[in-house]
């Protein structure tokens, strides 16, 4: 493995992936491609943009002449690029069909002319759909309930047959959620962290008892490194093993941390399609060697302190200011 071609290297994910990926000795040269939309940013990227071995390229994954050029001067390819907010997939469904189906197709069309060694897609334990009980093994049939999720399997089932029909040694690997520094504030853990340090309302949906498997973004990093180096194309991997909690439990530990109590807590209508609980069987990861190391208080308080300590770089993807005076709290 020696030069590898990182999309979506500026998101949250992928930034560490490619951090993580920048430190070891068998990588020669890492490329970023990412269109810098929203959620990307080259700050994400910090000191790596300093690195003899890292190169940067502002791009888009639907550019196919682009991808082409690029594909042929690497050896293998990590995927991160993509759409992923749930609530703007139900306003801006064709976006998202854009990037995260039609874009693979062009990365895995590139993938296939430049007869990449490693390819690996990045997926979502969400195309499972929800789960009253037990776990998702990489087997069970895929159930997407929302646009976002759809999306990502259909890129998957488009993924894994370039793998069944060309041979492009395709791996997907699908998480639970994530977390970590440098996290867009839109997601729950970043939202509610800067709302609590900003003093403002937090909201849940429904009756707070959705059930999430949170993650750490580095345990994250290491399965995907690990199906880079050693998974067997054709083959999906669950990457879990965080932590399962309802969204009130997980808001019950965020307000301990900030030493605060449920008086700006309030309740709204459940998002559409909002499933109930997630679980992944991370069994086959694991004997590739894959051992989440985060705890998640530790984690937690990682994460708070990234956030109390870079106002500068969350609170204007807010639009508030970064030193604003404490709100009055209204309704919700």
């Known amino acids: 493995m020696e030069e590898v071609l990182i999309t979506g290297g500026a998101g949250f994910i992928g930034s560490h992936f490619a951090r993580r990926l920048l430190r070891a000795e068998d990588v ?15 700050e994400n990227l910090g000191e790596a943009m300093l690195s003899p071995k890292l190169t940067f390229v502002h791009g888009n994954i639907g550019d196919a002449q682009l991808v082409d050029r690029l594909a042929r001067e690497h050896t293998a390819i990590v995927h991160f690029a993509a759409e992923s907010h749930v609530d703007r997939s139900f306003r801006d469904t064709g976006n998202f069909l854009s990037t995260n189906v039609l874009g693979t197709c062009t990365l895995l069309e590139a993938a296939r002319k ?83 340090l900003k003093g403002h309302v937090l909201t849940l949906h429904g009756n707070g008892q959705h059930v999430r498997n949170w993650l750490h973004v580095e345990d994250n990093c290491q399965g995907i490194e690990l199906v880079l180096r050693a998974g067997t194309p054709g083959e999906v991997y669950n990457i879990g093993g965080g932590t399962d909690l309802t969204s009130r439990d997980l808001t019950g530990i965020l307000l301990r941390m900030f030493g605060t109590d449920w008086d700006c807590v309030r309740y709204i209508p459940d998002r559409a399609a909002n499933d109930l609980r997630y679980a992944l069987d991370w069994s086959k990861a694991a004997a590739l060697g894959y051992c989440p190391e985060r705890g998640l208080e530790d984690g937690l308080a990682e994460t708070a302190d990234w956030y109390r300590n870079n106002p500068d770089r969350w609170a204007p993807l807010l639009r508030i200011p970064a030193h604003a005076p404490q709100p009055i709290y209204h309704p919700v």
Request: charged share 15%; aromatic share 10%.
């Open 28 to 42: 020669a040269r890492v490329t970023v491609l990412d269109a810098l939309t929203y959620a990307g940013s080259v």
């Open 114 to 196: 430049a007869s990449i060694r490693r390819f690996v897609h990045v997926s979502t334990d969400e195309v499972y759909g929800p789960l009253v009980a037990g776990q998702a093994a990489e087997t069970d049939p895929i159930r997407p309930s929302v646009p976002y999720a759809a999306s990502k399997a259909a890129s998957d089932l488009v993924a894994l047959s370039y793998f069944q029909t060309f041979g492009v040694p395709v791996c997907v690997t699908r998480s639970s959620n994530n977390y970590g520094p440098r996290q867009h504030p839109e997601k729950i853990i970043p939202l509610f962290i800067t709302r609590l």
